[in-house]
C-alpha cells in the first residue's frame, strides 16, 4: 500500500478498499494510515461493499473535474483484505454512478453463469482438476462481492476428494447453481431499489 502510495508521487490517486478477515480497530486503523481509503471487514455484505463503490466512484467523477482524487476523497468507511483499485481517471469511463454499479454486478453474474456451466461440463467429463480451478474461480469472484453463502458452498465443495465428487458431482453442482441464483436476485434487486431511490 505504501508502495503504491509512493508511486503515484501526489499525482491521480488509486482508491483502494481493501477485504480482511482481520476485524481487529488497529487493522482497521493500520490499513487506513498506510492509504487505503475504505477497510471492510469479512463476511462481506455485498450491498456495504457495492455501497463503498459507489462512494468512490462519485468521488472519483467529482475529481475529474476538480483539484484531483486527493481532494475530492471521502471519509474512509470501515473495512480489510484483498485490493479493488481503479485510477481515479478512469472512473469516467464507467459513466454514471449507477452505471458503473450495473456493470459491475452483471458482470458478476454474466461471467459466473458462464463458469458454473464450464463446471458442469468438467464434472461430466470427470475432468475434476479443472472443475477444482474453475469452482476456485467462483469462490474468489463470490467473496469479493460479498455473496458469502456462495463463497462458502464453494469453498465447503473445493474440500471433497475425487471420490466424493465422482459420486455426487452433479448435485455438488446443482447446489451452487442454486446459491448463485439467490445471489443473483439479491444483488438484481439491490440494483432495483438503487435505482428507485430505495437504498
Known amino acids: 500500500m505504501r508502495a503504491l502510495r509512493a508511486l503515484e508521487g501526489g499525482h491521480a490517486r488509486t482508491p483502494v478498499v481493501i477485504l480482511s478477515a ?49 481532494a475530492a476523497r471521502q471519509q474512509p468507511s470501515r473495512s480489510t483484505g484483498r485490493s479493488t483499485t481503479r485510477r481515479s481517471g478512469s472512473w469516467k469511463g464507467l459513466g454514471s454512478r449507477s452505471d458503473f454499479m450495473d456493470k459491475l454486478v452483471r458482470v458478476f453474474i454474466d461471467d459466473n453463469a458462464v463458469l458454473i456451466e464450464k463446471m458442469q461440463e468438467a464434472v461430466d467429463a470427470k475432468h475434476y482438476g479443472e472443475f477444482r480451478s474453475l469452482l476456485h474461480a467462483l469462490k474468489g469472484s463470490a467473496g469479493s462481492i460479498g455473496a458469502d453463502d456462495l463463497a462458502r458452498t464453494c469453498s465447503r465443495v473445493h474440500q471433497l476428494t475425487e471420490v466424493e465428487l465422482r459420486a455426487r458431482g452433479g448435485q455438488h453442482v446443482q447446489a451452487i447453481r442454486a446459491d448463485f441464483e439467490i445471489a443473483r436476485g439479491e444483488l438484481t434487486s439491490y440494483l432495483q431499489k438503487r435505482k428507485s431511490g430505495a437504498v
Not at 476485524?23 to 463476511?43: H, I, M, S, T, Y
Not at 459507489?54 to 486527493?70: M, N
Open 22 to 70: 482481520d476485524v481487529a480497530e488497529e487493522a482497521r486503523q493500520e490499513a487506513l494510515a498506510n492509504g487505503a481509503d475504505v477497510f471492510l471487514p469479512k463476511p462481506i455484505q455485498a450491498a456495504r461493499l457495492l455501497d463503498a463503490i459507489a462512494k468512490l466512484c462519485q468521488a472519483g467523477e467529482a475529481a475529474a473535474g476538480g483539484a484531483g482524487w486527493r
